[in-house]
């Protein structure tokens, strides 16, 4: 079973960074997949970024796809998030997930783990 604890959030301007951390117990694979969704007030899950964690296959959300980017840590059980050029609308809770079976997916329930999220504020 693995567990996620996602860590980095707070509240910043518009135009500032953040690093979002996300650290895995338990055995994780390289060919494990660990991401990122975020929910925002009255609105659904979106997909955020997502890498196997050999770091060979990455994939963005469109709405975040040159400003945010995902890699992983020295250990294969930790993940980042940077945030660059913050926006309003990126506002929400980010959580982190894993699939152990390594396959990619846009869909928040196709995922094994989730963690309990952490939440990013941005005003402009």
């Known amino acids: 079973q693995v567990h996620l604890v996602e860590s980095g959030g707070g509240s910043v301007q518009a135009g500032d960074s953040l690093r979002l951390s996300c650290a895995a117990s338990g055995r994780m694979f390289s060919w494990y997949v660990m991401g990122w969704f975020r929910q925002a007030p009255g609105k659904d899950y979106e997909f955020v970024a997502s890498?196997?964690?050999?770091?060979?296959?990455?994939h963005y959300g469109d709405s975040v796809k040159g400003r945010f980017t995902i890699s992983r840590g020295s250990a294969e059980s930790t993940v980042f998030l940077q945030m660059n050029n913050l926006k309003p609308e990126d506002t929400a809770v980010y959580y982190c997930?894993?699939?152990?079976?390594?396959?990619?997916?846009?869909?928040?329930?196709?995922?094994?783990?989730w963690g309990q999220g952490t939440q990013v504020t941005v005003s402009s």
């Open positions: 997930v894993a699939d152990l079976r390594g396959d990619f997916s846009r869909w928040l329930g196709d995922y094994d783990a």
């Open positions: 890498t196997t964690l050999s770091g060979l296959t990455i």
